[in-house]
């Protein structure tokens, strides 16, 4: 993934076309790379956000605009040659990775506890978060496999990562 995005996902208000709202709420969203310093990009939306209270105010006093954090999962950076990274390649036997923008705690997982992470299950992206989302049964099936060989390594004591 070569960058961060931002995304406006809800934006819900007003209850009918001829009334003047009383709330709108925005709700957005980072997925970002795990270099990107969130908490100044955080300070600069907010302060931009807060020149545009200042102009509504003129207008109307009783306006405003309020943040507030619904959760957080920060950008997941995994060096390609950890062990962790090793182990889970493989597991899947196959010698490729990528760098994906999905949400997942795994950035968590590093970043606060210092925990190795990686994300790796069946399915496609192209298939999730959809109207009719699903799992083909082949990734399941090979799903099954992976976890099968972990098991065995973990048997076998043979789970070394560091």
């Not at 105010?57 to 309020?66: A, C, F, L, S, Y």
């Not at 957080?72 to 390649?89: N, Q």
């Amino acid at each position: 993934m070569p960058h961060s995005t931002l995304s406006t996902g809800l934006i819900q208000g007003g209850t009918a076309i001829n009334i003047v709202p009383g709330a709108c709420e925005f709700v957005f969203e980072f997925r970002h790379l795990a270099s990107l310093d969130v908490e100044d990009l955080v300070r600069r939306i907010e302060g931009f956000a807060l020149g545009l209270e200042a102009r509504m105010r003129q207008v109307n006093p009783q306006t405003g605009i309020e943040f507030s954090a619904l959760y957080e999962y920060p950008g997941l950076d995994m060096e390609p040659e950890h062990p962790a990274v090793t182990l889970v390649k493989q597991l899947v036997e196959r010698n490729d990775h990528a760098k994906v923008a999905f949400g997942t705690e795994a950035g968590l997982f590093k970043g606060r506890a210092g925990i190795p992470a990686i994300v790796c299950g069946p399915g496609s992206i192209s298939q999730a978060h959809q109207p009719d989302e699903f799992v083909e049964l082949a990734q399941l099936e090979a799903c099954e496999r992976m976890l099968r060989r972990l098991l065995d390594r973990l048997e076998s004591g043979g789970f070394g990562i560091g």
